[in-house]
């Protein structure tokens, strides 16, 4: 049973609109992240958070932004999609330090932008 | 060259081979981590080790620190194994992770 939850599971849009991504995770995991796969690609890292108030851009750049208001929620933001948004966005979460943990993903959203 | 290379890029198995994918990393890590995507897209994170094996299951991973090197093996293959394993490595307790392109596994009936 899934401990980080992502919604909505599918996403079709025009172009143009505003479009909030939702990942929540239950186990108090400190780092969570944001993935961008297309599909037979590896994943690309466009965002992590260390914690509340902590946000930081990844390897790709992306559009996109995020926030972490609460430890357990991390909702990814596009202020205007594009067709060049249309992919599978993944979230992540594990607990770092001397408490290291597994990294645990949602089963993603899978973004089209028509 | 990256950072974190697997091999083979796509097996295909017979149900019942003993199946192993192998990873190789070029820079010092805290942890490896082997993760397992079906093609309906969920990641499953299958094993996280820093040294010696692991087992569960049918699945066994090694890591050897000294030459760099991970083995993820399936032993009594079966159908339901096929998917993508993917490889990633993670520097330091707070260190990001680095993903290797993932082996694309099948297994024939």
């Known amino acids: 049973e899934a401990d980080i939850y992502q919604t909505p599971r599918y996403l079709v849009i025009g172009t143009g609109k505003k479009i909030t991504l939702e990942c929540s995770q239950t186990?108090?995991?400190?780092?969570m992240y944001w993935y961008q796969q297309d599909p037979g690609m590896e994943l690309h890292l466009i965002h992590y958070s260390y914690g509340v108030n902590s946000t930081e851009k990844g390897d790709l750049s992306s559009e996109s932004t995020v926030s972490r208001i609460r430890t357990e929620h991390f909702p990814l933001t596009l202020e205007s999609a594009r067709p060049s948004h249309t992919s599978q966005y993944l979230c992540a979460s594990r607990q770092t330090g001397t408490n290291n943990s597994p990294l645990h993903f949602g089963n993603g959203t899978r973004l089209t932008v028509t | 060259k990256n950072e974190v290379e697997q091999s083979p890029q796509n097996l295909t198995a017979q149900e019942g081979e003993f199946i192993t994918i192998n990873c190789s990393y070029s820079?010092?890590?805290?942890?490896l981590h082997w993760l397992q995507q079906h093609p309906g897209g969920g990641i499953v994170s299958l094993f996280m080790l820093s040294s010696g094996k692991k087992k569960h299951g049918r699945l066994i991973a090694t890591i050897n620190i000294q030459e760099k090197h991970s083995s993820l093996h399936i032993t009594a293959s079966h159908p339901r194994d096929s998917a993508v394993y993917i490889c990633a490595v993670s520097r330091g307790s707070q260190g990001n992770l680095i993903f290797g392109k993932g082996t694309k596994l099948s297994v024939k009936p």
């Open positions: 820079v010092g890590i805290s942890a």
């Open positions: 186990m108090g995991h400190d780092k």
